[in-house]
Every structure is written in structure tokens, then in C-alpha cells.
């Protein structure tokens, strides 16, 4: 019997991204279903009724929510294919602390920097540059933040990637300048097929973003 993997998602999403990128690492065929956020679907209300939010994978009529809970599942149930998690029980306790990190700093981080203005924005700026310089020095010289394979780590946060144009334009600031190792990171893992068809454009990230605020200041 073949398996049924849905995602429930909307393409702006870094936790939308991450599963599509676990997804892809593992050679999983899913169908990808986009959801109207101002209009949610009978389907997701009901295999998320607790936050009704994306993402949602549905395996086989079975829901799992929250992105990184999301990745972990797909890591333990295509366990043959490129292993995402280290075996070791440190390194995996480790890559757990960071994708952690990331996930408490780098929206609410980059969110403050795109809403704010003026002094505030400064703050929030100098702020948001030293969680990537954190983030930098636990990368290191290494090719991947767990060592020379793409793990955890790299899906939890090459989403965010997407919107380093957005930050950038909105608070006059180069993230290249700024941690040039981390950047090149991020290209790099952009070479990677899964990587590459699961973010969108940064220009039409920017674009949609912009959509938005002109909405939401009106």
C-alpha cells in the first residue's frame, strides 16, 4: 500500500520550509497543499484544532504539527535516507540546543528589525546581528553546522535565509558584511536540490512582505 504524505503549508513559511526541505533530503513524494491563512481549511482545522496553524504533515491520515517536532518525525520514520539527526547521543543533544536557539531568536528577531523604525529598529538590528554571529561561531569553519554532512541545524534555519534581503533593505545592513562565513554557508546549502525548490525567491519574499505591511498599516 503506498504511503500518503500531505503538507499543509503556505510558501512564505521558514517552519513551512523546513519540513519541505526534510521532505525533499529524504526522497519523501508528498503532495504540498496550500492553505489561505485568512480562510483556513476544514482540513487543517482538524488536524491542527489545538493552533490551527501551518505546518501540518498528515502521514498516512495521522497529523504531526510544529515544524521541528515535524522534521524529527520525518528524520525517525525515513530513517534509511540521509540521516538528519546524529546518532551520537551528545552531538544529538547538541543539534537539539541549536535548532532550539534558532527557533527562539531568528523570527522573533527578524520580525522585530522588519516592523520597527527608527531607534528602535537600531536595537532590534544589533540585536538580530549578534544571534547570527552566535549562530557563526557554532558554524566555525566547518561545511555544515554538524560537520561535513547536512543535518538538523541546516534545515532548521537555511529558511530564514529567504528573508535576509527583506532585513536587509528595510534596515540598511549587509549580513554578508556582517558574518561572511555564515553566508557562505547558506550558498552552499542552497546547491543542495532540496534546499533550492523549497525557498522562494528573496526578491518575491521581499515583494510579498511589503504587500503585507502596506495591508497591515492601512
Not at 141 to 149: E, I, L, T
Amino acid at each position: 500500500m503506498a504511503e500518503e504524505v500531505i503538507l499543509l503549508d503556505t510558501w512564505p513559511s521558514p517552519f513551512g520550509m523546513r519540513v519541505r526541505v526534510a521532505l525533499r533530503e529524504k526522497g519523501v513524494v508528498f503532495d504540498l497543499r496550500e492553505e489561505d491563512l485568512s480562510n483556513k481549511s476544514p482540513l487543517l482545522l482538524k488536524m491542527n484544532p489545538v493552533h490551527k496553524k501551518i505546518p501540518v504533515l498528515i502521514h498516512n491520515g495521522k497529523p504531526v504539527s510544529e515544524s521541528l517536532i515535524i522534521v524529527q518525525y520525518i528524520d525517525a520514520t525515513w530513517v534509511r535516507q540521509s540521516p538528519l539527526l546524529p546518532s551520537d547521543p551528545y552531538e544529538h543533544a547538541r543539534a537539539r540546543f541549536w535548532a532550539d536557539y534558532v527557533d527562539k531568536k531568528m523570527y522573533s528577531g527578524g520580525r522585530m528589525v522588519w516592523l520597527s523604525t527608527g531607534e528602535a529598529q537600531e536595537v532590534a538590528k544589533k540585536e538580530f546581528i549578534e544571534c547570527l554571529k552566535v549562530l557563526e561561531g557554532e558554524l566555525g569553519d566547518r561545511a555544515y553546522f554538524g560537520g561535513g554532512r547536512f543535518g538538523y541545524v541546516d534545515v532548521s534555519l537555511i529558511p530564514f535565509y529567504s528573508y535576509f534581503y527583506a532585513l536587509e533593505a528595510s534596515a540598511n545592513f549587509s549580513v554578508a558584511e556582517e558574518c561572511p562565513k555564515l553566508v557562505a554557508w547558506a550558498k552552499r546549502c542552497m546547491q543542495r536540490e532540496s534546499v533550492a525548490k523549497s525557498l522562494p525567491d528573496q526578491y518575491k519574499l521581499y515583494d510579498h512582505m511589503l504587500e503585507r505591511k502596506k495591508i497591515q498599516e492601512q
